[in-house]
């Protein structure tokens, strides 16, 4: 599987962006689809997970403001942030990995995008 992420940006405290990670090789729908991301001076993070059955699950620091969701027709997952705020900032990435019971692991993924920046000004 070949992930492509794509929209990030520069956006002021309160806005919005939705990102999008296209898959090629593979259909989406077969593997738990994974959004981490990395802060300056910071260890990778779990942002969202979509598991291969369609359930979606977020880390707390995000859940309320940003949500994901995958077009299987399209072999694309989303991840929709609202409310952003500068702590947001960092490099977002996008997995997949097999099917199964772990999704919030970077370890349970196999592929992984190039990652998109997010800038949230004060």
């Known amino acids: 599987v070949q992930l492509q992420a794509s929209g990030g940006g520069l956006v002021q405290a309160g806005g919005s962006l939705r990102l999008s990670c296209a898959a090629s090789g593979r259909p989406i729908r077969n593997y738990n689809m994974g959004w981490f991301r990395r802060a300056p001076g910071k260890e990778r993070e779990f942002v969202a997970g979509i598991r291969w059955s369609g359930g979606a699950t977020f880390t707390d620091s995000v859940k309320g403001r940003i949500t994901s969701s995958r077009d299987t027709s399209k072999n694309t997952m989303y991840l929709q942030m609202n409310y952003l705020k500068p702590e947001d900032t960092a490099v977002y990435y996008c997995?997949?990995?097999?099917?199964?019971?772990?999704?919030?692991?970077?370890?349970?993924?196999?592929?992984w995008g190039q990652g998109t920046l997010v800038t949230v000004s004060s």
């Open positions: 997995a997949a990995g097999p099917a199964g019971p772990y999704y919030r692991d970077s370890d349970s993924y196999t592929y």
